[in-house]
C-alpha cells in the first residue's frame, strides 16, 4: 500500500487550503471544501474495506452511495491542513444507504466532515445531475466579495452584471452568472438544499453577508471561478466610492463572449 501522504487528492487539498488561507478567504474554521474522487484514484492508498467509524449524516444522499470524497474537517483551520492533514481532512464513502459516511481515513482527533457537509453532497448531486464531470464544491469567506455583499444588491442579475463590468474577462470566465441566497442560517439541511437548488443554474453561488460556493470539473476551475469574482469585487470595492469615468459597455461584453464562444447569461445584460 502506497502512503496516502504521497497521494495527489492528498497534497491537492493542503496546496489549496493553505493558499486560500493566505489569500485571507478562511479565518479561523471559515470555509470548506469537497472533492469527489474517482475509485481508481484512492485504490492503492486506502484499504477500501477498513472503515474507522461510521457517521450519520442527517440526510439521504442515496444517489451518492458508494461515492467517495475527500473533505475538510469540522471546526478545523485551513491554516493548519497544510501541516497535519490527517487530523484537519478525511476522505468518506457514502453508505448504501445514502443516510451515513463511513470513515476511511483522516479525522484523526475524532473529528468529522465540515458542519456545511449537507450543503456539499447536495451541491454534488446538484452538479453531477447537470455535469457528470463535476468533482470539487468549495465555500470561503474572500474578504471583497463579502464587502460587496453590503453595499450592492444581493439581485442575481444587477450582482453578476456589476462583476461582468469589473474586468474584462469576467464575463468569460463565469458566463453561467452568480447566484444569489439571501442571508440564512448555515451548516443546516435548509441552506444545503438552497445552494444545490441554485447550483443547477450557476457554478458560484454566493450566500448573503456570508460567503460563496463554487464548483467545477477541476479544483483550479473551482479555485478560478472564486478567484475572478473576488478580483472583481476588490476591483468594485476600490472604485465604488469614485466618480466612474469609464465602463466596460454591455455591448463589449456581448463580443466578448461571442468571440470566445461562451454560452452566456444574455438575459443579464441590457441589450
Ligand atoms: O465551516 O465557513 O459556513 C465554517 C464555515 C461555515
Ligand atoms: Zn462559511
Given amino acids: 500500500m502506497n502512503n496516502i501522504m504521497d497521494a495527489p487528492f492528498v497534497t491537492e487539498m493542503r496546496r489549496t487550503t493553505a493558499n486560500m488561507y ?100 447536495m451541491s454534488h448531486m446538484a452538479r453531477l445531475g447537470v455535469d457528470p464531470e463535476n468533482r470539487v464544491v468549495m465555500h470561503c469567506h474572500p474578504t471583497h466579495t463579502l464587502a460587496m455583499n453590503f453595499v450592492h444588491e444581493l439581485d442575481e442579475k444587477k450582482l453578476t452584471h456589476t462583476l461582468w463590468e469589473m474586468c474584462t474577462e469576467c464575463i468569460v470566465v463565469f ?34 453577508m456570508h460567503g460563496i460556493y463554487g464548483a467545477g470539473k477541476t479544483m483550479d476551475e473551482t479555485f478560478g471561478l472564486i478567484e475572478t469574482v473576488e478580483k472583481a469585487a476588490q476591483i468594485y470595492m476600490l472604485t465604488a466610492h469614485l466618480p466612474r469615468l469609464n465602463t466596460i459597455q454591455d455591448r463589449e461584453m456581448k463580443e466578448l463572449a461571442e468571440f470566445f464562444g461562451v454560452n452566456y447569461r444574455k438575459d443579464f445584460l441590457n441589450l
Fill in 175 to 208: 458566463p453561467d452568472g452568480v447566484g444569489v441566497l439571501p442571508w440564512m442560517l448555515c451548516g443546516t439541511n435548509e441552506i444545503g438544499a438552497a445552494t444545490a437548488e441554485k447550483l443547477k443554474a450557476f457554478r458560484l453561488v454566493v450566500w448573503g
Fill in 22 to 121: 493566505r489569500l485571507g478567504w478562511d479565518e479561523r474554521n471559515g470555509g470548506n471544501i469537497s472533492r469527489l474522487l474517482d475509485e481508481n484514484e484512492v485504490a492503492g492508498y486506502l484499504d477500501m474495506n477498513q472503515v474507522l467509524r461510521e457517521l450519520p449524516l442527517g440526510f439521504e444522499a442515496k444517489p451518492l452511495a458508494g461515492r467517495l470524497f475527500i473533505v475538510t474537517g469540522s471546526g478545523k483551520y485551513f491554516k493548519n491542513v497544510e501541516d497535519d492533514p490527517e487530523t484537519n481532512l478525511g476522505v468518506i464513502r457514502v453508505g448504501a444507504d445514502g443516510r451515513t459516511a463511513q470513515l476511511l481515513w483522516g479525522y484523526q482527533d475524532g473529528g468529522r466532515p465540515t458542519s456545511e457537509l449537507p450543503a456539499h453532497l
